[in-house]
């Protein structure tokens, strides 16, 4: 099974840091912060792995290499500077992903989450109908209104003024999700998976472990202090 690493964000919201180093190389405790997931997706049992790339991404590459060092086989997908967004950069990227349902993992977020549950996922999703699965979390304090509902059965629903849920940006998705989208065009994932969810074809679970977006600074501060306290 293949995964893909979202890595092609500008990162307006951590200039002036991102103006020379690509947010997935920032530092966090002795590892850049894409390293933390590669690390983890080494020992959830994955090898080969599939990254975007748009601003600076010649940094990514030249940092990161085949992925020897991690102990994965790394492909780039590499996008013009202004980024294509999440389902553009994942359909331009699906001859590298193959014809069965693969990860994706977001760049700039530090989780717990275990990929390792991503195969067997991967084959049920195989033999049903579900486009994605994902992975979804309680609101953080920068997004309280959330983005999805979920059901007792797993089943993914428009967001419920009741309990809603931010999605993590992990997830499990079936390449047909995105056979409309032509390669190299801008296109978010948002539409497309509302569209699956309005046809009940995507499920999901709550993650109540360890999740941050590392999208600002202070953030950025944060998540080396949960690596400093061995929280991850």
């Not at 275990?114 to 997004?143: C, E, G, R």
Request: glycine share 10%; proline share 6%; aromatic share 6%.
């Amino acid at each position: 099974m293949k995964v893909m690493i979202l890595a092609a964000g500008r990162g307006e919201r951590m200039r002036p840091l991102t103006d020379t180093c690509p947010k997935p190389l920032l530092t966090v405790g002795n590892l850049p912060l894409i390293g933390h997931h590669l690390k983890r997706l080494y020992l959830a049992g994955f090898r080969d792995v599939v990254i975007n790339h748009a601003w600076l991404g010649h940094m990514i590459e030249a940092k990161l290499g085949n992925g020897q060092d991690y102990g994965v086989n790394i492909a780039y997908s590499a996008e013009n500077s202004g980024g294509l967004e999440t389902a553009g950069g994942i359909a331009t990227a699906l001859p590298l992903l193959g014809d069965k349902p693969f990860l994706v993992v977001n760049g700039d977020v530090l989780t717990d989450i275990d990929f390792s549950k991503a195969f067997a996922i991967a084959q049920t999703m195989q033999q049903s109908q579900d486009q994605a699965y994902l992975w979804l979390v309680d609101n953080p304090a920068h997004h309280p209104q959330g983005d999805f509902g979920l059901t007792p059965a797993g089943k993914v629903t428009e967001s419920q003024p009741v309990q809603s849920f931010t999605f993590s940006g992990v997830g499990v998705y079936q390449p047909a999700l995105f056979n409309q989208i032509a390669p190299h065009t801008r296109a978010k994932l948002a539409p497309l998976l509302r569209t699956a969810i309005a046809s009940g074809q995507v499920r999901g679970e709550h993650h109540q472990g360890l999740w941050l977006d590392v999208g600002t600074i202070e953030r950025l501060e944060q998540a080396n202090q949960i690596i400093e306290q061995h929280l991850l």
